[in-house]
């Protein structure tokens, strides 16, 4: 089975650090995905990882324990634009295919 | 723009009838996936399908829902006899192959309202 856990909503200030947290139980895990995603629009991908240790993207990094199931998503210099879900998801393959599990994502709010 | 394309963007429906909520890929894409993502939860996934065939529909509800990805043509989400529950976003994704961590590529969804 997939079970994957994060905070529902964050609160942070423009031009902090924010770490969103997330915790899974996933059979089959095949790497750990972040996306952002605003009200009512498309998910866009953020990131990937399926070692141990953090990527890093720009004012995004991402990183993966996979011995603990725990990945973070680190948000640096925060800007207005960053307020949006992000959401964790669990890849496994299924006939071949990148089948996501998704968490029910963490709310993020940046204020002045 | 050549990203996922769905629609229609909203469609409202009376219970009983039928939706049908239509994908395009991304060009050169041949791996689609529906998810449905209910207020307050997570993208749930529904099916995946290659061109002609499904590969995985465990996500499907056993009735009243089938999905298609015909050789010429989007890929249809067709949901018949529509009932309340049924009210939700549909998403739509994409990727140009099956390798483990080929990100999908999701597009704007389709907003079912049941009256």
């Known amino acids: 089975g997939q079970n994957i856990d994060q905070p529902t909503e964050m609160t942070a200030t423009e031009g902090a650090i924010v770490q969103i947290n997330c915790t899974y139980q996933?059979?089959?895990?095949?790497?750990l995905f972040w996306y952002q995603q605003h009200a009512g629009e498309a998910p866009t991908f953020l990131s990937y990882?399926?070692?141990?240790g953090l990527e890093e993207k720009g004012r995004f990094s991402s990183f993966l324990s996979r011995s603990k199931g725990y990945s973070y998503l680190l948000l640096k210099e925060l800007q207005m634009k960053d307020s949006a879900s992000y959401l964790c998801?669990?890849?496994?393959?299924?006939?071949?295919?990148?089948?996501?599990?998704f968490g029910t994502g963490t709310q993020l709010k940046v204020e002045l | 723009n050549a990203g996922v394309m769905q629609n229609p963007r909203h469609l409202v429906r009376r219970r009983g009838q039928e939706a049908r909520l239509r994908c395009s890929p991304m060009?050169?894409?041949?791996?689609v996936y529906w998810y449905r993502q209910l207020p307050e939860e997570g993208l749930k996934f529904m099916v995946y399908?290659?061109?002609?065939?499904?590969?995985?529909e465990s996500g499907m509800p056993k009735e009243r829902f089938s999905a298609e990805f015909p050789k010429e043509g989007p890929s249809i989400l067709r949901i018949q006899q529509v009932v309340r529950g049924d009210s939700a976003a549909y998403f739509c994704?994409?990727?140009?192959?099956?390798?483990?961590?080929?990100?999908?590529?999701f597009g704007n969804g389709t907003r079912l309202t049941v009256t």
């Open positions: 998801a669990s890849g496994g393959i299924t006939g071949g295919g990148n089948k996501l599990t």
């Open positions: 996933t059979s089959g895990f095949n790497g």
């Open positions: 990882n399926v070692l141990d």
């Open positions: 060009k050169g894409h041949s791996h």
């Open positions: 399908l290659q061109k002609e065939n499904i590969i995985d």
């Open positions: 994704a994409s990727s140009p192959s099956r390798d483990m961590g080929s990100p999908l590529h």
